[in-house]
């Protein structure tokens, strides 16, 4: 019985590094099918979205989908056997996704009441989640998500004034606009309207006809012009703040913990064993090991 | 009677506290009530001017603003009452948007007139500059303020050439497209358009239809991305230097701590030992332990 | 005979300080008047186009029109008699837009034939170039202006390569829409519809209809959303590189120049008159008479 | 026959100097004719995609091609003839562009059948890529091309990262706005319809009905008007980067040229005195002759 429990850890280990490791030959491979997978069930979600496809190909697409549904299926299952602690990752972020990506498709199988089968063909495009998933293999990002973090707040609060002024905006349009047959027929529509133009995206389905009106959209258009330099303008900075940060991490380190006894002088370069003012030796650098020992000899 | 009137004089002590103060408990929950009042009135207002909501609702919605407006007639009053100097308040920014947001609604119950009505409807929409107040709950964005302020004149010296490239622009294409049925009925409407078209937001509700007036606003349109980089690259420098200047003052203690005995000049290098001006040695920066162990052998 | 000259020579040197000269009240409330009669001929002009107000006030606006004729008349000769090179003058920039201003209002009244006529009403239209003069009045301007120009090269090379995509890209979208009744008639519409995808200006009033040029449009946008970035950058980096230059004209000079004779050490603040390294006292800055004069004694 | 051929060689080698070199008044001469040509024909069919034009000037347009495709195809063998590896040139991608711009000409002479000859006419168009080889012509865009490739990596992640948001949003507009009319027919159409917005396009041939929908769509603007900076942002830190080690090239002789004579380190301080690996007193820098005097003394 031991041996036999003992087999199925094994078993359980082997499975654990190809699922949640990236290191191995196979942990790779595993990735890619996987990453393929998603990349085709979204397709598949997709296309029968589009009801000229949907039409032709129902069948097959419904085929395609049973079949994904029931490797993720195996995949979800696995995950949770092979983890230490299943509920961690049952209730992570992707844990919840990877539910989700296959949970529709079996209720679809119980239920055979027409509204309620509509429901779940609505859910199932909640799969289009698992995207997400997609994410995890980007690692080039770090530096970029540090600077959007250090800009968060400045960011927040641009947003946050660009919201309070549209809705000013947007009820004096309302007022001027009104009546006017030209889409201002809510306060909340003007607010969208002034959103659209403030944002310069400029839909075209509401627009000011009073020559009032349209002289305050060109004032929000000149507005939005203009104030769309200011998140850019965080952003660079921020991120020009952060590429410094890690370029100092670079070549810091031993700097900074030089100092000549001679003169006090300070800012050598990282290799320096001398002192470049008065010619007296340096110490060596405290978290510099190699340079410790050869100013030891 | 001084005895009461004491009691009223502390009863006001303290009602000015928790009105204008933030630093009590009671001041920052009568913040957050108030936070609350004027985002539920806004919300009336904007779900009023929806034809179906205000049809439906419509006593709903006039039982909660003459709520609203009586709690925030009392707290008009309250403010006018405990502040010493109450002019001060009530011709202040807030003190007027204040007043506006309570006003209309007295003067709705006083008319009766439906053309009258009509109006001091249109003047309740006013109220939506309550929202403003919301600012002051904004403290992140000074230094923000600061580099919109520094680059302001530069700004407003772009803006001012976009207009009047976009006058001479507008004019051009009312020559080009007049009579085309193209939309270019008056210069004034050319002038909007081409500014619709330069801040690159773009409605179509007005588009060339000749080739040379598409070609212009090919021009136009490139010109416009082209120009959008300057206020960026203003805002983004004038960012960055309020950023390093917030950052010196951050760093700089230590420098400024140094300060000559002979003469007391400031602002010396951090690496200095002598006074620039007298030539008398230094002492040693306070912050800056190691260094001053050091010159005292 | 003689002195009949002389005063009309003075009279001339006057009144070429006025027009001329901005020193002088006179010659800056000349100005005024001048900018003022500006925006005034450019703001009858646009209200002309207007056609209801054009029935309306026909005669009124004839009428001003006239009168601010007669004056920018008057303007133009005593610029031309009062300056040393009258041709220099009548062949510069703003010498011809003077004269255009002008000009159509006689021809009008000397052509008669209504076909001649409405081509001199086109040519009024030019007046508006008039507004260019207000760009004189801004004075802020030159180091946006330097920045700009330093970015030249640049921007045009980006723009040339902007154009040349989108002359490839728009013949692929005609490939691929034409006869699909979206408004792909021709290449040159194509390339049109191409600059309006890739400037995020968005009319509407061309939109690919099959799904390869919904394809291909939502990868221009991506495309332009992206490139957006190159013009921004660069002015961005020119603009503080014209501002850091700026800057160090303002803090260099004195530093430059200062070196210490003990140690040789430079980099000294601007004020600096003893090495912060050793002591001695500085040599004078070389261009610096003040800080000459003191190290003399 | 030796001669002969000599005299071939020697034909051969200066007609190579003319097409493929720029040096040479000759070459340059070509150059600016093959310019003027391809411009020429990329002119020629666009014209001819525009329905008047191809009617009225029909044989015009035709023999203006059969006359540039003529030269081209002389330009193309002389090219093969006088390289010395054809075959790289044959293969490279302006000798593909250079094959495609002519092979449809004569193709079209050698097809009678209508519907090979409309394929053809779409195949003709391709010959618009010549406008590439334009690209050659811009010398001044290295810097540039340089800040681009070290941006490369960063925006791509940026770009998948929008794409993979699209496509969720683009889905859960489809499920908000399916069936309401308003043209979100399939995810693929509301992903399109996403990044329309995003980039701040905004067509207007799609627009959001429901309340929600247009809630969602305000704040994939307000999202897209706040990430536009982050490609911005990136640019303008890598075009800085790349302009200040650009900079850094041109000034940076001086230190560079400082070598220790005992041990050849380089990469010194600019106030470096003392070899910061030998303690060897430094010579002076070559190009600061006033230091050089000084420290002869």
Request: aromatic share 12%; hydrophobic share 45%; net charge positive.
């Amino acid at each position: 019985m031991k041996e036999e429990k003992s087999k199925y850890e094994i078993w359980k280990q082997k499975t654990h590094i190809i699922i949640y490791g990236v290191n191995t030959p196979a942990g790779r491979i595993f990735d890619l099918v996987i990453l393929f997978l998603i990349m085709l069930s979204i397709f598949i979600v997709m296309m029968e979205s589009v009801a000229e496809v949907d039409k032709k190909y129902h069948d097959l697409l419904l085929i395609a989908e049973w079949i994904i549904t029931v490797i993720f299926t195996i995949e979800y299952i696995l995950r949770i056997v092979t983890i230490k602690k299943p509920w961690s990752y049952i209730f992570s972020f992707y844990g919840i996704i990877d539910l989700i990506a296959i949970l529709p498709m079996y209720l679809s199988y119980f239920f055979t009441n027409t509204h309620v089968l509509a429901t779940i063909r609505s859910l199932r495009l909640l799969r289009v989640f698992r995207i997400l998933k997609l994410m995890r293999f980007i690692g080039e990002a770090s530096q970029l998500r540090d600077a959007l973090k250090a800009s968060r707040t400045k960011i927040a609060v641009f947003l946050y004034t660009v919201l309070i002024v549209s809705v000013v905006i947007g009820s004096l349009m309302f007022i001027i606009e009104e009546g006017e047959g030209s889409g201002f027929t809510s306060i909340p529509r003007s607010i969208y309207w002034t959103i659209v133009t403030l944002t310069t995206v400029g839909y075209g389905d509401i627009a000011p006809q009073t020559e009032l009106g349209q002289f305050i959209a060109v004032l929000i258009m000149i507005l939005g012009y203009g104030i769309i330099a200011v998140p850019t303008g965080i952003v660079t900075v921020e991120y020009a703040k952060s590429q410094r940060k890690k370029a100092d991490e670079v070549t810091d380190p031993g700097q900074e913990a030089k100092e000549c006894i001679g003169c006090n002088t300070k800012n050598f370069n990282a290799e320096a064993n001398y002192c470049y003012n008065c010619g007296a030796p340096l110490p060596p650098a405290i978290n510099n090991a190699q340079n410790a020992n050869r100013s030891d000899q």
